[in-house]
């Protein structure tokens, strides 16, 4: 068969099974399973495929089927400026915690060494983003799971980033260490309610760790304000990411541990999302 015949067959298939994009999605199948690009494809349809790579295509095609994610059929997920690897053990990098780049790089000034804690870094793409652009700067990563960390350090390895980030398998709250410049992080945040009524893709492949902050949807933010209230420089700030609707629970929160609020970022459907307060007090 040729590219044209795959790709057809490929998108049809996807669409009988009310797979959303199921043009674009069978031709970045074709892309990893020839490992060319879409344009490299797209201008060459009527060369052949052969059969292993035929068989390996229709077995993407079963898992996105089944609505897998791109990003794990793929095996990465593009993040600002960066491509990411992606696997099952993280969260897919989302763009409303780009917000979280736009407003750290804002407050990081391109000749300042600052250190950085990014708590729950997942995949790393927070904090790789970031030291990507801030040079001088050097940095923390924590995360509860193992495997995600794995994931952070083999993209840190790809963006020539490993000797600048320590790594470290800890839960938020046992963390322990001298003070940060700056801490980033976008915790779990969901709750039990909206954890049943998630998108089927969303609830069946992304890591529950990732997603889940216990049945108000607090618990690891309240982990997180509590740590950098502890772990911050006098001064220093806390940039975090937050549900569509845990504005007013979180900026009491922060007040309540001596943290000023300098702003409140809206994500691009207007939901505020991302908060940024400066430690004033002990
Ligand atoms: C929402 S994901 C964010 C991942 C990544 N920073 C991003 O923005 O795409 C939250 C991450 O926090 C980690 N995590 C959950 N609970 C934690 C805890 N108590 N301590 C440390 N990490 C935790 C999860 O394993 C997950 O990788």
Same mark, same amino acid.
């Given at each position: 068969m040729n590219y044209h015949e795959v790709l057809s067959a490929g998108n049809n298939f996807l669409e009988l099974n009310e797979i959303k994009n199921s043009k674009l999605d069978s031709e970045l199948i074709l892309s990893k399973v020839l490992n060319k690009t879409r344009e490299q494809i797209l201008s060459n349809l009527n060369n052949n495929i052969n059969q292993k790579q035929f068989n390996e295509y229709n077995y993407y095609l079963i898992r996105r089927k089944k609505k897998e994610p791109m990003a794990y059929i793929l095996g990465y997920k593009n993040f600002w400026k960066q491509k990411y690897y992606i696997n &099952?053990?993280?969260?897919?990098?989302?763009?409303?915690?780009e917000h979280i780049i736009e407003e750290a790089l804002k407050n990081i000034p391109e000749n300042r060494s600052l250190n950085i804690l990014d708590m729950g870094?997942?995949?790393?793409c927070i904090i790789i983003s970031i030291l990507k652009e801030r040079t001088k700067c050097k940095a923390t990563a924590i995360d509860i799971c193992n495997k995600a960390l794995k994931v952070a350090k083999n993209n840190a390895k790809l963006h020539h980033l490993e000797n600048k980030i320590k790594f470290i398998n800890i839960g938020i709250d046992k963390y322990k260490s001298y003070k940060y410049d700056l801490i980033l992080s976008n915790p779990p945040y969901i709750n039990k309610f909206d954890l049943d009524r998630l998108d089927e893709d969303v609830k069946v492949f992304e890591p529950k760790l990732a997603l889940y902050g216990g049945i108000d949807g607090y618990r690891e933010i309240e982990k997180v304000i509590l740590k950098s209230s502890e772990l911050l420089k006098e001064n220093g700030k806390l940039i975090i990411e937050i549900g569509y609707n845990q504005k007013n629970r979180t900026l009491k929160l922060l007040s309540s541990n001596g943290f000023y609020i300098n702003k409140i970022s809206k994500d691009l459907?207007? &939901?505020?999302r991302c908060i940024i307060s400066t430690k004033i007090n002990k």
């Open positions: &099952k053990h993280v969260l897919i990098p989302r763009p409303e915690t870094t997942g995949s790393g459907s207007g &939901k505020e």
